[in-house]
């Protein structure tokens, strides 16, 4: 089937797209976006050093293309070369497999969090993953065409299309970059040919680098003499190269494009509440070309910090795991952790902000209540509880949850914001609306 652009907005807007065969279990992820497909994976996925496909994260910019023929699939490529290339699957699967262990992050992960908001994708922490990949070294193709002296970057144009006028996802990655032996054009994901949402049946791995350079469904690369204009490199994915006042416009030449990751932790357990006695606290921590070499912890917001113990796997740009042994006694807490890298960088006390939200990395503090009441199991898990009636059309018309998960507020204040929204047009029928506060309270409280 082959849907032109014009009628494939249509079936978007219309609703009647078919979801892709997908490798990821909705059960076990966090909509943040269903149409195009947004998924990000829960807390609890930072138990595991590999993330397996069915919870790891999946972002679209329209939607996730048909599943191709490989049969007739060609991998073309042109531009400054000595020669032009068209190669199957098994031209590219002779020349010698590479396997490595890396985290994907795209580079908006954390946005939900920055104030002044931001907008875009609104994920809190789990829009990252750490896959082991395999397929071949770019730089082996590109020596196969032979580059030219003239040549800059190399520009990518995945299979995806874009709706109505959206401007198609094209990106380039610097030739220096390009070259490098760690970047991959991969065909495989944790040992299993690439989902259809990874980009079968070929994408870029580029180590280190934010996820917007590892462009999927890789079917034609240009190399280029000149720098490209297109919309993806010269205004999205760029982010100021000084300190900027929260909420400030910034001015376009001072904005650089996104490339290296941030050294960063993430703190898994525990969530909100917690037992006397013993408690794990723990977590993963990553980062750009530099292997993660400590985290430290603390459980008294950033006053005193203990060294938590690193996981035993490891790979250069893989993600650790982390855990400290905590005796904690009833009270109210501000846990931290903060990691940092070979290359001597850690993580700031206090977020920069930026405005398309990108590359969020401070050293978060995390509330927590020590006590031996019993509370319901509430975050992370909250996409697996029912929704209650009439939730769906009162709340999600205008945006997602991820609205509601970063606002941890009592029934009293959950109150008040409902009320708020019936002011700013949300329909909630009167016998519904217990039912949304209830949900809410659970779900999203202090
Ligand atoms: N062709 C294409 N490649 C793409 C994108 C896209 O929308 N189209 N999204 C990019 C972004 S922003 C990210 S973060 C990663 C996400 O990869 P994943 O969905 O496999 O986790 O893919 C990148 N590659
Ligand atoms: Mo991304």
Same mark, same amino acid.
Request: with cysteine; net charge neutral.
């Given at each position: 089937m082959n849907l032109s652009r014009r009628s494939l907005f249509l079936a978007a807007a219309a609703g009647v797209l078919p979801r892709s065969n997908s490798a990821a279990d909705l059960k076990k992820?966090?909509?943040?976006?269903?149409r195009p497909e947004d998924l990000e994976m829960p807390l609890d996925g930072f138990a595991q050093w590999i993330t397996p496909a069915d919870r790891f994260f999946v972002r679209t910019h329209t939607f996730t293309p048909e599943r191709p023929n490989l049969g007739e699939w060609r991998l073309k490529v042109d531009g400054v070369v000595n020669q032009s290339l068209n190669l199957t699957m098994d031209d590219l699967k002779k020349l010698p497999r590479v396997e490595l262990v890396a985290v994907l992050e795209c580079? =908006?992960? =954390?946005?939900?969090?920055y104030q002044p908001r931001v907008p875009g994708a609104q994920w809190a922490f789990g829009s990252v993953g750490n896959g082991r990949w395999a397929g071949v070294r770019f730089r082996d193709v590109l020596e196969k065409a032979g580059l030219k002296d003239s040549a800059k970057d190399i520009f990518f144009d995945g299979a995806d299309v874009p709706l109505g006028k959206m401007p198609d996802f094209q990106r380039t990655i610097p030739v220096k970059k390009a070259l490098d032996p760690d970047t991959l054009l991969a065909y495989e994901m944790n040992g299993q040919p690439l989902p259809q949402e990874h980009g079968f049946p070929l994408r870029l791995v580029v180590p =280190?680098?934010? =996820? @917007?350079?590892?462009?999927?469904?890789?079917q034609h690369f240009e190399v280029l003499d000149h720098e490209f204009e297109g919309f993806w490199m010269k205004t999205a994915y760029r982010h100021p190269n000084h300190s900027v006042a929260p909420g400030a416009t910034v001015d376009p030449k001072d904005m650089v494009p996104v490339a290296d990751l941030n050294v960063k932790s993430v703190i898994a357990t525990p969530q909100a509440h917690a037992k006397p006695g013993r408690v794990l606290i723990s977590g993963a921590a990553w980062s750009n070309s530099s292997l993660v070499t400590r985290v430290d912890v603390s459980v008294d917001s950033g006053k005193t910090w203990k060294p938590a113990q690193l996981g035993k796997d490891q790979s250069r740009y893989g993600w650790r795991l982390w855990s400290l042994d905590w005796k904690a006694a009833e009270g109210k807490y501000t846990l931290m952790a903060r990691a940092t890298n070979a290359a001597g960088q850690t993580q700031p006390l206090s977020e920069e902000w930026n405005p398309s939200g990108y590359l969020w990395n401070v050293a978060q503090p995390v509330s927590i209540e020590v006590t031996s009441k019993e509370f319901p199991q509430?975050?992370? @898990?909250?996409?697996r509880t029912p929704q209650p009636p009439g939730y769906k059309a009162a709340?999600?018309?205008?945006? @997602?949850e991820g609205m509601m998960v970063q606002q941890r507020l009592t029934r009293a204040q959950w109150d008040r914001e409902l009320n708020k929204m019936t002011g700013w047009g949300a329909e909630i029928k009167p016998e519904d609306r217990e039912g949304i506060l209830k949900y809410l309270s659970d779900q999203f409280k202090q």
């Open positions: 992820m966090i909509v943040r976006s269903s580079a =908006g992960n =954390g946005r939900s969090f =280190g680098w934010a =996820g @917007d350079s590892w462009v999927k469904w890789v509430v975050i992370a @898990d909250f996409s709340c999600l018309t205008c945006h @997602d």
